[in-house]
Protein backbone atom coordinates (compact mmCIF):
# COMPACT_ATOMS: atom_id res chain seq x y z
CA UNK A 1 0.00 0.00 0.00
CA UNK A 2 2.86 2.23 0.87
CA UNK A 3 4.41 1.30 -2.06
CA UNK A 4 1.68 2.78 -4.37
CA UNK A 5 1.52 5.70 -2.45
CA UNK A 6 5.14 6.46 -3.29
CA UNK A 7 3.92 5.95 -7.01
CA UNK A 8 1.65 8.69 -6.68
CA UNK A 9 3.92 10.88 -4.90
CA UNK A 10 6.71 10.63 -7.79
CA UNK A 11 4.07 10.71 -10.85
CA UNK A 12 2.90 14.07 -8.76
CA UNK A 13 -0.82 12.95 -8.76
CA UNK A 14 -2.40 15.16 -6.50
CA UNK A 15 -2.10 17.42 -3.78
CA UNK A 16 -3.89 18.63 -0.67
CA UNK A 17 -6.33 21.08 -0.49
CA UNK A 18 -8.95 22.53 1.31
CA UNK A 19 -12.55 20.65 0.91
CA UNK A 20 -14.69 22.90 -1.78
CA UNK A 21 -18.23 23.56 -0.98
CA UNK A 22 -19.56 23.28 -4.48
CA UNK A 23 -17.61 20.49 -5.98
CA UNK A 24 -18.28 16.28 -5.80
CA UNK A 25 -15.67 14.65 -4.12
CA UNK A 26 -15.18 11.04 -4.80
CA UNK A 27 -14.10 8.15 -2.33
CA UNK A 28 -11.40 6.02 -2.68
CA UNK A 29 -11.25 1.97 -2.23
CA UNK A 30 -8.08 -0.47 -1.90
CA UNK A 31 -8.28 -2.68 -4.13
CA UNK A 32 -6.03 -6.33 -3.00
CA UNK A 33 -4.56 -9.06 -5.47
CA UNK A 34 -2.22 -11.63 -5.09
CA UNK A 35 0.11 -12.33 -7.82
CA UNK A 36 1.09 -16.21 -8.50
CA UNK A 37 3.62 -17.82 -10.77
CA UNK A 38 2.76 -20.93 -12.76
CA UNK A 39 2.58 -23.30 -10.01
CA UNK A 40 0.31 -21.42 -8.25
CA UNK A 41 2.65 -19.94 -5.55
CA UNK A 42 2.42 -16.26 -4.56
CA UNK A 43 5.42 -14.37 -5.81
CA UNK A 44 4.05 -10.76 -4.96
CA UNK A 45 1.01 -9.07 -3.02
CA UNK A 46 -0.25 -5.62 -4.97
CA UNK A 47 -2.56 -3.15 -3.65
CA UNK A 48 -3.97 -0.67 -5.61
CA UNK A 49 -5.81 2.64 -4.71
CA UNK A 50 -8.85 3.58 -6.89
CA UNK A 51 -11.36 6.07 -7.13
CA UNK A 52 -14.98 5.40 -6.67
CA UNK A 53 -16.01 6.54 -10.27
CA UNK A 54 -19.13 5.06 -10.51
CA UNK A 55 -20.16 8.20 -8.59
CA UNK A 56 -19.25 10.56 -11.26
CA UNK A 57 -22.12 12.22 -13.55
CA UNK A 58 -21.56 12.70 -17.31
CA UNK A 59 -21.16 16.35 -18.20
CA UNK A 60 -20.28 17.60 -14.89
CA UNK A 61 -17.33 15.57 -14.15
CA UNK A 62 -16.16 14.06 -17.19
CA UNK A 63 -17.28 14.94 -21.26
CA UNK A 64 -16.53 11.37 -23.02
CA UNK A 65 -14.50 8.29 -22.36
CA UNK A 66 -12.35 5.93 -24.61
CA UNK A 67 -10.08 3.31 -24.26
CA UNK A 68 -6.71 4.75 -25.53
CA UNK A 69 -5.17 0.96 -26.26
CA UNK A 70 -3.27 -0.32 -29.08
CA UNK A 71 -5.00 -2.21 -31.93
CA UNK A 72 -3.94 -5.99 -32.14
CA UNK A 73 -3.53 -4.85 -35.61
CA UNK A 74 -1.11 -2.38 -35.00
CA UNK A 75 1.05 -4.42 -32.81
CA UNK A 76 1.03 -7.35 -35.78
CA UNK A 77 2.16 -4.99 -37.78
CA UNK A 78 5.28 -4.90 -36.41
CA UNK A 79 6.29 -8.47 -37.94
CA UNK A 80 7.73 -5.53 -40.09
CA UNK A 81 10.96 -5.65 -37.18
CA UNK A 82 11.59 -9.39 -38.73
CA UNK A 83 11.91 -7.76 -42.51
CA UNK A 84 14.10 -5.42 -40.81
CA UNK A 85 15.75 -7.42 -38.26
CA UNK A 86 15.08 -5.39 -35.43
CA UNK A 87 15.72 -6.48 -31.75
CA UNK A 88 12.28 -6.29 -29.95
CA UNK A 89 12.28 -6.82 -26.03
CA UNK A 90 8.97 -6.66 -23.69
CA UNK A 91 8.68 -4.30 -20.85
CA UNK A 92 5.70 -3.41 -18.79
CA UNK A 93 4.64 0.54 -17.87
CA UNK A 94 4.60 0.34 -13.82
CA UNK A 95 0.98 2.91 -13.22
CA UNK A 96 0.10 3.50 -16.67
CA UNK A 97 -2.87 5.33 -16.30
CA UNK A 98 -1.14 8.24 -13.56
CA UNK A 99 0.61 9.13 -16.60
CA UNK A 100 -2.88 10.75 -17.93
CA UNK A 101 -3.39 14.60 -17.33
CA UNK A 102 -6.96 15.64 -16.06
CA UNK A 103 -8.45 18.69 -17.69
CA UNK A 104 -11.46 18.63 -15.25
CA UNK A 105 -11.01 19.26 -11.14
CA UNK A 106 -11.16 15.95 -9.79
CA UNK A 107 -11.22 15.51 -6.09
CA UNK A 108 -10.76 12.27 -3.86
CA UNK A 109 -10.76 11.66 -0.14
CA UNK A 110 -7.77 10.51 1.53
CA UNK A 111 -7.20 7.17 1.70
CA UNK A 112 -8.56 5.33 5.09
CA UNK A 113 -5.74 4.78 7.51
CA UNK A 114 -3.53 7.18 5.06
CA UNK A 115 -4.81 10.50 6.30
CA UNK A 116 -2.20 13.72 6.63
CA UNK A 117 -1.93 14.26 10.31
CA UNK A 118 -1.73 18.08 10.20
CA UNK A 119 -4.56 18.37 7.49
CA UNK A 120 -7.08 15.35 8.12
CA UNK A 121 -10.35 17.03 6.76
CA UNK A 122 -8.27 17.94 3.62
CA UNK A 123 -8.89 16.32 -0.03
CA UNK A 124 -6.80 15.53 -2.49
CA UNK A 125 -7.15 17.47 -5.98
CA UNK A 126 -6.18 15.20 -8.96
CA UNK A 127 -3.52 16.44 -11.05
CA UNK A 128 -3.42 13.06 -13.35
CA UNK A 129 -6.06 9.86 -13.70
CA UNK A 130 -6.48 7.79 -11.10
CA UNK A 131 -7.94 4.27 -11.86
CA UNK A 132 -11.97 4.17 -11.49
CA UNK A 133 -12.09 7.41 -13.17
CA UNK A 134 -14.15 7.60 -16.31
CA UNK A 135 -11.59 9.80 -17.90
CA UNK A 136 -8.87 7.02 -16.98
CA UNK A 137 -9.55 4.76 -20.03
CA UNK A 138 -9.65 7.99 -22.23
CA UNK A 139 -6.04 9.44 -20.70
CA UNK A 140 -7.25 -14.77 -29.88
CA UNK A 141 -5.99 -16.65 -32.51
CA UNK A 142 -7.65 -16.92 -35.91
CA UNK A 143 -9.48 -20.32 -36.03
CA UNK A 144 -11.63 -19.74 -33.26
CA UNK A 145 -13.27 -15.79 -34.64
CA UNK A 146 -15.76 -16.87 -35.88
CA UNK A 147 -16.83 -19.54 -33.35
CA UNK A 148 -16.30 -16.93 -30.50
CA UNK A 149 -18.10 -14.37 -32.58
CA UNK A 150 -21.33 -16.37 -33.15
CA UNK A 151 -21.38 -17.16 -29.23
CA UNK A 152 -21.06 -14.12 -28.25
CA UNK A 153 -24.50 -12.83 -29.94
CA UNK A 154 -25.90 -15.04 -27.08
CA UNK A 155 -24.44 -13.20 -24.39
CA UNK A 156 -27.91 -11.93 -22.92
CA UNK A 157 -30.37 -14.72 -23.61
CA UNK A 158 -27.38 -17.83 -23.68
CA UNK A 159 -29.17 -21.80 -23.67
CA UNK A 160 -27.25 -25.09 -22.61
CA UNK A 161 -26.30 -25.42 -25.70
CA UNK A 162 -24.06 -22.59 -26.20
CA UNK A 163 -22.21 -23.49 -23.10
CA UNK A 164 -21.75 -26.59 -24.57
CA UNK A 165 -20.13 -24.80 -27.74
CA UNK A 166 -18.16 -22.33 -25.65
CA UNK A 167 -17.06 -25.34 -23.67
CA UNK A 168 -15.68 -27.22 -26.93
CA UNK A 169 -14.17 -23.72 -27.84
CA UNK A 170 -12.21 -23.94 -24.82
CA UNK A 171 -11.07 -27.29 -25.13
CA UNK A 172 -9.70 -26.84 -28.59
CA UNK A 173 -7.59 -23.71 -27.20
CA UNK A 174 -6.47 -26.15 -24.66
CA UNK A 175 -4.90 -28.43 -26.81
CA UNK A 176 -3.48 -25.72 -29.34
CA UNK A 177 -1.80 -23.72 -26.61
CA UNK A 178 1.78 -24.17 -27.71
CA UNK A 179 0.79 -23.24 -31.29
CA UNK A 180 1.28 -19.20 -32.85
CA UNK A 181 2.25 -17.11 -35.23
CA UNK A 182 5.71 -17.28 -37.21
CA UNK A 183 6.90 -14.23 -38.93
CA UNK A 184 9.73 -15.07 -40.70
CA UNK A 185 12.94 -13.15 -41.90
CA UNK A 186 12.59 -13.57 -45.71
CA UNK A 187 9.23 -12.06 -46.38
CA UNK A 188 8.35 -8.91 -48.16
CA UNK A 189 6.42 -6.07 -46.65
CA UNK A 190 3.41 -6.11 -49.57
CA UNK A 191 0.37 -5.72 -47.79
CA UNK A 192 -2.43 -7.56 -49.08
CA UNK A 193 -5.67 -8.80 -48.14
CA UNK A 194 -8.43 -11.35 -48.81
CA UNK A 195 -12.22 -11.52 -47.83
CA UNK A 196 -14.78 -13.80 -48.54
CA UNK A 197 -18.72 -13.82 -47.18
CA UNK A 198 -21.59 -16.60 -47.00
CA UNK A 199 -24.83 -15.53 -47.76
CA UNK A 200 -27.93 -15.54 -45.07
CA UNK A 201 -26.08 -17.78 -43.15
CA UNK A 202 -28.40 -16.76 -40.40
CA UNK A 203 -32.14 -18.22 -40.15
CA UNK A 204 -33.02 -15.51 -37.59
CA UNK A 205 -32.59 -12.86 -39.48
CA UNK A 206 -31.31 -14.00 -42.72
CA UNK A 207 -27.83 -11.45 -42.76
CA UNK A 208 -24.37 -12.83 -43.91
CA UNK A 209 -20.97 -13.19 -42.13
CA UNK A 210 -17.90 -11.17 -43.55
CA UNK A 211 -14.65 -12.83 -42.86
CA UNK A 212 -10.92 -11.43 -43.62
CA UNK A 213 -6.97 -11.76 -42.97
CA UNK A 214 -4.44 -9.60 -43.97
CA UNK A 215 -0.97 -10.16 -44.68
CA UNK A 216 2.03 -8.74 -44.67
CA UNK A 217 4.29 -10.49 -47.44
CA UNK A 218 3.97 -14.58 -45.67
CA UNK A 219 2.93 -12.70 -42.59
CA UNK A 220 -0.76 -13.07 -41.20
CA UNK A 221 -0.86 -9.79 -39.04
CA UNK A 222 -5.19 -9.31 -39.20
CA UNK A 223 -8.06 -11.29 -39.47
CA UNK A 224 -11.48 -10.99 -38.68
CA UNK A 225 -15.06 -12.28 -38.47
CA UNK A 226 -18.45 -9.58 -38.11
CA UNK A 227 -21.84 -10.40 -39.16
CA UNK A 228 -23.41 -7.65 -41.41
CA UNK A 229 -25.59 -4.87 -40.55
CA UNK A 230 -27.75 -5.48 -42.97
CA UNK A 231 -29.67 -7.77 -44.97
CA UNK A 232 -28.07 -8.62 -48.59
CA UNK A 233 -30.42 -9.89 -51.74
CA UNK A 234 -27.72 -11.98 -53.38
CA UNK A 235 -24.13 -13.64 -52.94
CA UNK A 236 -22.85 -11.08 -54.87
CA UNK A 237 -24.01 -8.41 -52.71
CA UNK A 238 -22.72 -10.07 -50.04
CA UNK A 239 -19.33 -10.54 -51.14
CA UNK A 240 -19.21 -6.51 -52.01
CA UNK A 241 -20.18 -5.57 -48.90
CA UNK A 242 -17.42 -7.76 -47.50
CA UNK A 243 -15.12 -6.16 -49.85
CA UNK A 244 -15.68 -3.35 -48.62
CA UNK A 245 -15.02 -3.58 -44.66
CA UNK A 246 -11.85 -5.11 -45.69
CA UNK A 247 -10.74 -2.04 -47.66
CA UNK A 248 -11.25 -0.03 -44.76
CA UNK A 249 -8.64 -2.45 -42.77
CA UNK A 250 -6.12 -2.47 -45.60
CA UNK A 251 -6.35 1.29 -45.83
CA UNK A 252 -6.21 1.80 -42.57
CA UNK A 253 -3.16 -0.59 -42.24
CA UNK A 254 -1.54 1.25 -45.17
CA UNK A 255 -1.41 4.59 -43.46
CA UNK A 256 0.12 2.64 -40.16
CA UNK A 257 2.99 1.62 -41.87
CA UNK A 258 3.32 4.77 -44.06
CA UNK A 259 3.65 6.13 -40.23
CA UNK A 260 6.62 3.89 -40.13
CA UNK A 261 8.48 4.95 -43.05
CA UNK A 262 7.46 2.10 -45.42
CA UNK A 263 5.08 2.86 -48.48
CA UNK A 264 2.68 0.98 -50.20
CA UNK A 265 1.70 1.18 -54.00
CA UNK A 266 -1.32 -0.49 -55.26
CA UNK A 267 -2.40 -3.00 -52.74
CA UNK A 268 -4.21 -6.24 -54.15
CA UNK A 269 -7.22 -7.68 -52.38
CA UNK A 270 -8.73 -10.99 -53.22
CA UNK A 271 -12.32 -11.78 -52.98
CA UNK A 272 -13.45 -15.47 -53.16
CA UNK A 273 -17.31 -15.42 -54.75
CA UNK A 274 -19.19 -18.88 -55.02
CA UNK A 275 -21.43 -18.22 -58.14
CA UNK A 276 -22.97 -21.80 -57.02
CA UNK A 277 -22.32 -25.23 -56.25
CA UNK A 278 -20.66 -25.98 -59.29
CA UNK A 279 -18.74 -23.37 -60.66
CA UNK A 280 -16.24 -21.31 -58.49
CA UNK A 281 -15.18 -17.80 -59.79
CA UNK A 282 -11.54 -16.04 -57.53
CA UNK A 283 -11.40 -11.96 -58.69
CA UNK A 284 -8.91 -9.95 -57.56
CA UNK A 285 -8.83 -5.92 -56.40
CA UNK A 286 -6.09 -3.49 -56.67
CA UNK A 287 -6.63 -0.76 -54.19
Not at 236 to 253: D, F, N, P, R
Amino acid sequence: MQEELNQFKRNDVWYLVPCPKDSNVFGTKWIFRNKTDEKEQIMLNKARLVAQGYTQIEGLDFDETFASVARLESVRLLSIACHLRFKLHPMDVKSTFLNSVLQKEVYVEQPARFQDHIYPNHVYRLKKALYGLKQALRACRPYISFSVGLCARFQSDSKESHLLAMKRILCYVNGTKNFGLYYSFDSNVELAGYSNADWARNIDDRKSTTGGCFYIGNNLVSWFSKKQNCVSLSTAEAKYIAAGSCCTQLLWMKQMLNDYGIRQGKMALGLHYLENTHSQLHAKVSI
